[in-house]
T-cell receptor
Framework: GENVEQHPSTLSVQEGDSAVIKCTYS??????FPWYKQELGKRPQLIID?????GEKKDQRIAVTLNKTAKHFSLHITETQPEDSAVYFC???????????FGTGTSLTVIP | DAGVIQSPRHEVTEMGQEVTLRCKPI?????LFWYRQTMMRGLELLIY????????DSGMPEDRFSAKMPNASFSTLKIQPSEPRDSAVYFC???????????FGPGTRLTVL
């Protein structure tokens, strides 16, 4: 089955700097890659996703890049703000498969 | 739609008692997932259903855990008997397909004394 690895497990950045979180996957059939944000005490919520037919997707300060050859995808947050502090999870799924795999999470702290 | 609804929001029980967690998915969603989240183990998928049928229960810790989905609008996760190590936040999520956004419920915080 699929194996999703996520790095780093914790990340601290100064407000205004960029943050990058990386995930790798093992199943070449995976073609849907969402990112979820979970604030303290809240539920995970989707912030951005990408499908395998594109290499990059942006939404304001958030972007995701996908390298299918290398089987990795990354979340980029620019101009970080304190409210970006949260745990971020990546995930991978396939159209034909019956599984949805989450990474182990990255705890991001933005220091004011 | 009110989103995914879970009850109760908090549950405190004593070791050995039966615990039942409930979930109402978003109407029209064919997939329903049960997750457990702890500091030590992170977010774990326990079981998921497609059109009310359990597809993968390989994440269910042991026979003390069972899940049912009698119809498209209701699912339960039961722990019998409960143990202190079952203390965690249990999330239910639903989605249209297995490659669309999963919408999470608010979670049930379970404490087993």
């Amino acid at each position: 089955g699929e194996n999703v690895e996520q790095h780093p497990s914790t990340l601290s950045v100064q407000e205004g700097d960029s943050a990058v979180i990386k995930c790798t996957y093992s199943d070449s059939a995976s073609n849907y890659f969402p990112w979820y944000k979970q604030e303290l005490g809240k539920r995970p919520q989707l912030i951005i996703d990408i499908r395998s037919n594109v290499g990059e997707k942006k939404d304001q300060r958030i972007a995701v890049t996908l390298n299918k050859t290398a089987k990795h995808f990354s979340l980029h947050i620019t101009e970080t703000q304190p409210e970006d502090s949260a745990v971020y999870f990546c995930a991978a799924s396939t159209v034909t498969g019956n599984q949805f795999y989450f990474g182990t999470g990255t705890s991001l702290t933005v220091i004011p | 739609d009110a989103g995914v609804i879970q009850s109760p929001r908090h549950e405190v029980t004593e070791m050995g008692q039966e615990v039942t967690l409930r979930c109402k998915p978003i109407s029209g969603h064919d997939y329903l997932f049960w997750y457990r989240q702890t500091m030590m183990r992170g977010l774990e998928l326990l079981i998921y259903f497609n059109n009310n049928v359990p597809i993968d229960d390989s994440g269910m810790p042991e026979d003390r855990f069972s899940a049912k989905m009698p119809n498209a609008s209701f699912s339960t996760l039961k722990i019998q008997p409960s143990e202190p190590r079952d203390s965690a936040v249990y999330f239910c999520a639903s989605s249209l397909t297995n490659y669309n956004e999963q919408f999470f419920g608010p979670g049930t915080r379970l404490t087993v004394l």
